[in-house]
Nanobody, 128 residues
Framework: QVQLVESGGGSVQAGGSLRLSCAASGRTFNYYAVGWFRQAPGKEREFVSTITWRDGITYYAASVKGRFTISRDSAKNTVYLQMNDVKPEDAASYYC?????????????????????WGQGTQVTVSS
């Protein structure tokens, strides 16, 4: 079983940048896909981005594509979410999640219900 710990959240001005980290313990990410999801107050949890660890295939929500970049560091067993040109609507709690099921179907990696392991979340606030 893998344990996930997010960090890097905080307050950022609109147009600024922030980098979130998701560190794994217990197991390596070698046979997982790792995703970022977010949830704003009163809203459902939504997909942000996912990366498959072995192949490095990435998926992005349309709302963040071109602004956010997901990446991985094998040596640190960590996944990052680089957030650039942050907008007020990006404010939310951000959660890292992992799944050890790896179907060859992109839509699988955008559904939070398919992710078994979750971190505790990190808050991102955006000031305009």
């Amino acid at each position: 079983q893998v344990q996930l710990v997010e960090s890097g959240g905080g307050s950022v001005q609109a147009g600024g940048s922030l980098r979130l980290s998701c560190a794994a313990s217990g197991r390596t990410f070698n046979y997982y896909a790792v995703g970022w999801f977010r949830q704003a107050p009163g809203k459902e949890r939504e997909f942000v981005s996912t990366i498959t660890w072995r192949d490095g295939i990435t998926y992005y929500a349309a709302s963040v594509k071109g602004r956010f970049t997901i990446s991985r560091d094998s040596a640190k067993n960590t996944v990052y979410l680089q957030m650039n040109d942050v907008k007020p609507e990006d404010a939310a709690s951000y959660y890292c999640a992992a799944t050890d099921r790896l179907p060859n179907r992109g839509s699988y990696y955008t559904n939070p219900l398919n992710f078994k392991y979750w971190g505790q979340g990190t808050q991102v606030t955006v000031s305009s």
